[in-house]
């Protein structure tokens, strides 16, 4: 016999029209579970990924051996870690290193790549948690650490460890400009008054998306950020926080939206 179609759904965000900021495949599972419940959803990247000079992170892969951790607090940072691996042929020698993850979906492209269980993930998709759980471990103080990063990124986790005693170097691998094509299509649908809450996942994405709008619209345009960071960074651009999420996952992610709107 066939298997039963599965239920559909409650269409519980039936006429909110949410806009995905997330880019290409980071924001299809978001943008996909939204309109399974019901939401119209415009799916928008606000920045692209830009990579920086690729000497200084291969410089370190070639003394992989060296380091005790290696700390990933993003996809993005995962994949620009696997190029280098690949490259240097180093798979052997990551394959044993320590890891210590931020997110789910860092910890699952951690695993595409056959890399070891992340030693530290925590709940809290924020540096810091992670600091918080390594000073509950015996083996950080006097440990070498490899952080590829973004650009800019805030120095709150290396700072965090240093204070326990690790040594972290710190390469800066990719960093997030504006996507203008991206900025010029959420300013038309704000203007239109055709978009009632815009995701963010990063204080790049707020940046960016204020940069694209007029002072009259940022205020009045309602974001879902996810995690204190980017929400402390929407407050202070001006935007009004409808919710934040500390989820550690997508799924998380979505369930906020929902209880925002249907408590």
Known sequence: MPAPTPAPLPQLLAGIRIAVTRAGERGAPLADALRRVGATVHEIPLTRIETLDPAPLYAAVTSLAQYDWVLLTSVNAVEHMARAVTALGAADVMATRRLAVVGAATAQACDAHGWRTPTVQPEKMQ???????????????????????????????????????????????????????????????????????VTVAAPSAVDSLLDALPA????????????????RAAKVAGFPVKLESNAATMEGWVRAIVAAYRP
């Open 127 to 197: 540096a810091e948690g992670m600091v918080d759980l390594m000073a509950e471990r015996s083996d950080v103080d006097g440990a070498r650490m490899l952080y590829p990063a973004a650009a800019g990124a805030r120095d709150v986790l290396p700072d965090g460890l240093r204070t326990l005693g690790a040594v972290v170097d710190m390469v800066p691998v990719y960093r997030s400009a504006p996507d203008p094509d991206g900025q010029a299509k959420i300013r038309a649908l704000a203007k239109a008054g055709e978009i009632d809450l």
């Open 216 to 231: 009259e619209h940022a205020s009045r345009l309602p974001v879902a950020a996810i995690g204190p960071v980017t929400a």
